[in-house]
C-alpha cells in the first residue's frame, strides 16, 4: 500500500478490512462483557437446565483486563531542556483535554482488542490546541509501510458504523498526512466527498496502542485466547449447578410398603381416579418432625446419599487457575482465600509476573503516549521533544515508608539529586512536583538572603 492512496480507494480498502476484522472483535467484545457462548446442553435438555445454562456464565474476562490496566497510569512527561520548572506542551495538551480519566479507556481497549487509536487533530477553533481522542479498533483501521516497526501510518479510516454489507453507505474520515477527508462510503450512490479539513503536521496524526506486535505486524490482546478456558469454566459451573439442583440432598426410600389407599369417608369404599381408573393413594409425608412406621415386617427403609460437589468445585478452582496462570494475574486477584498463608515475601512472588508483564505494556504504551506527545508538541507550534518520556505512576504494592526509606539511601549513599527522585514516591504526580520546585525555589535561603540585600538602599549600594 503506497502513500499516494486516494481517500476514494482507501476508505473502500479500509471499510473491507474493517468489515473481515468485525466478527473477531465483536466475539471479543461479547465475552468482555459477559455475553458468552452456553455450555454443552442435551437436545432435548428442559427449561429448567437452559435456565441453569444462563446462570452458569461466571465472567472472569474483565478481570484480565482491569488487573494490568489499573497499574497503567501516566503522571507525567519529562522532556530534556526544561529547566525553568514549565510544563511541556505534551503535558498541558494532555490536562487540557483530561487524559488522566480517559486513557484507561484506551489501555483497556488495546488490552482487550490487541490494539486501540489515538488521533491528535487540530482543534477547528483554535488550530495550535491539539485535540486528542481515542478511537475502538471496531471503528478504525490504519495501514503501514512497515506495521511491525512504523510508530505513524499512512493513512487510516475511521466510520461511525460498519455496515453489514456494502449496499449501506456509511460516513467515514480519512486521515492522511494533509488532513482529513470526510467521506460517504458505499451505498448506491458509492463513495463521494463530503467535505475537507487540512492540517500542516505533515504525517498522518494517529497513533496505534498495541500490547503485543509481532515481527509480521500482527496484535494479539488479552482476551482471545483466553475465550476456550472461560467456556471451560462456564461448563464446569453448569455441571455443579445441575448436581447441586438435583443431586445434592439426600433421596429416602421405602421398598415393600403398599400405600394407603383414599376411601370415602361415608361408604369407606376405594376411591378412584377418573382418569387412570385406579385407586387413588394417600402421599407419604416424609420431614424431619414425622416416623415412618410400617405393620408389613418385610418393608425396608433405606437412604440415597447426594452427589459430592468438592470435585465440581476443585474443577472450576483449577479453570481459574488456569486462566490466571496464562494471563499472568495472580491467582488470589481471582481466587478468595489464596492469601491465608502467604507471606509479604511469597504474595511479592505471586505477583513478580503480573508486574513483569505491566512492565511490557508500559514500554509498549509509553512509546506511543510519547509520540502523541510529540505530535501534540507539533500542533502546538513547538517542535518536537528530542529527548522525552512517559512518567507512570507507581502502582506497586509498597508502603510510603519503604519506598521514602529506599529513595532517601539512594540520595545519601550514591548521591542521587533528591529533586530527580519526586515523581517515584508513590500517587505524587506531574503537577505536584511542580508545585514543590516552585516552593522550593521561593523558599532558598540564598534568593531570601538577596531579597533582603535589595531592601536596604545602603547595601544595596555597596553591593
Not at 173 to 186: C, K, N, Y
Not at 257 to 272: L, N, Q, S
Amino acid at each position: 500500500m503506497t502513500d499516494t492512496v486516494t481517500p476514494q480507494v482507501g476508505s473502500e480498502t479500509g471499510l473491507a478490512t474493517l468489515r473481515r476484522d468485525l466478527p473477531r472483535f465483536d466475539r471479543i467484545d461479547r465475552y468482555i462483557r459477559g455475553d458468552h457462548d452456553g455450555p454443552y446442553t442435551p437436545r432435548t435438555a428442559t427449561d429448567e437446565y437452559k435456565l441453569l445454562a444462563k446462570r452458569a456464565v461466571s465472567n472472569w474476562l474483565p478481570l484480565l483486563v482491569k488487573t494490568p490496566a489499573q497499574a497503567l497510569s501516566v503522571e507525567g512527561f519529562r522532556r530534556a531542556g526544561i529547566t525553568d520548572g514549565s510544563q511541556p506542551p505534551e503535558w498541558q495538551a494532555w490536562q487540557t483535554n483530561r487524559m488522566g480519566a480517559r486513557q484507561a479507556q484506551i489501555h483497556r481497549a488495546a488490552l482487550t482488542f490487541g490494539q486501540a487509536w489515538v488521533t491528535v487533530l487540530p482543534d477547528p477553533a483554535d488550530p495550535r490546541r491539539p485535540v486528542i481522542r481515542g478511537v475502538s479498533p471496531r471503528r478504525m483501521i490504519a495501514f503501514y509501510a512497515d506495521p511491525a516497526s512504523d510508530s505513524l501510518p499512512l493513512w487510516a479510516l475511521q466510520v461511525d458504523a460498519v455496515p453489514a454489507s456494502a449496499d449501506e453507505a456509511v460516513k467515514g474520515w480519512f486521515i492522511d498526512g494533509t488532513g482529513v477527508t470526510e467521506l460517504s462510503i458505499g451505498g448506491k450512490e458509492g463513495t463521494k466527498v463530503l467535505g475537507f479539513t487540512a492540517h500542516s503536521l505533515g504525517v498522518c496524526p494517529v497513533v496505534r496502542f498495541a500490547p503485543d506486535v509481532d515481527l509480521e505486524g500482527r496484535v494479539t490482546g488479552v482476551i482471545e485466547g483466553m475465550i476456550p478456558i472461560q467456556d471451560r469454566i462456564n461448563q464446569s459451573v453448569f455441571d455443579l449447578l445441575v448436581a447441586e439442583t438435583f443431586g445434592s440432598f439426600k433421596v429416602r426410600t421405602i421398598s415393600g410398603m403398599a400405600p394407603e389407599i383414599v376411601r370415602d369417608p361415608e361408604t369407606g369404599e376405594p376411591v378412584y381416579d377418573p382418569a387412570t381408573g385406579k385407586p387413588k393413594v394417600l402421599p407419604i409425608q416424609a420431614d424431619a418432625s414425622r416416623f415412618l412406621v410400617a405393620p408389613d415386617p418385610d418393608t425396608k427403609f433405606a437412604q440415597l446419599d447426594e452427589t459430592p460437589l468438592q470435585g465440581y468445585i476443585d474443577a472450576i478452582e483449577m479453570s481459574v487457575r488456569h486462566l490466571a496462570a496464562v494471563a499472568q494475574v495472580p491467582a488470589q486477584h481471582l481466587i478468595a482465600g489464596t492469601v491465608a498463608n502467604m507471606s509479604a515475601e511469597g504474595l511479592g512472588a505471586a505477583e513478580s509476573a503480573m508486574f513483569r508483564a505491566i512492565a511490557e505494556f508500559k514500554n509498549s504504551f509509553g512509546d506511543s503516549w510519547e509520540t502523541v506527545g510529540s505530535l501534540c508538541a507539533l500542533t502546538a507550534g513547538s517542535p518536537p521533544p528530542e529527548r522525552a518520556h512517559v512518567v507512570w505512576g507507581d502502582a506497586e504494592s509498597r508502603s510510603l515508608s519503604q519506598t521514602v526509606d529506599a529513595l532517601g539511601k539512594a540520595v545519601q549513599m550514591l548521591g542521587v539529586p533528591a529533586r530527580a527522585l519526586w515523581p517515584r514516591i508513590p500517587g505524587v504526580t506531574a503537577t505536584d512536583v511542580d508545585d514543590w520546585a516552585q516552593i522550593q525555589t521561593e523558599d532558598d535561603p540564598g534568593l531570601r538572603l538577596a531579597d533582603s540585600i535589595a531592601k536596604v538602599p545602603a547595601l544595596a549600594g555597596a553591593a
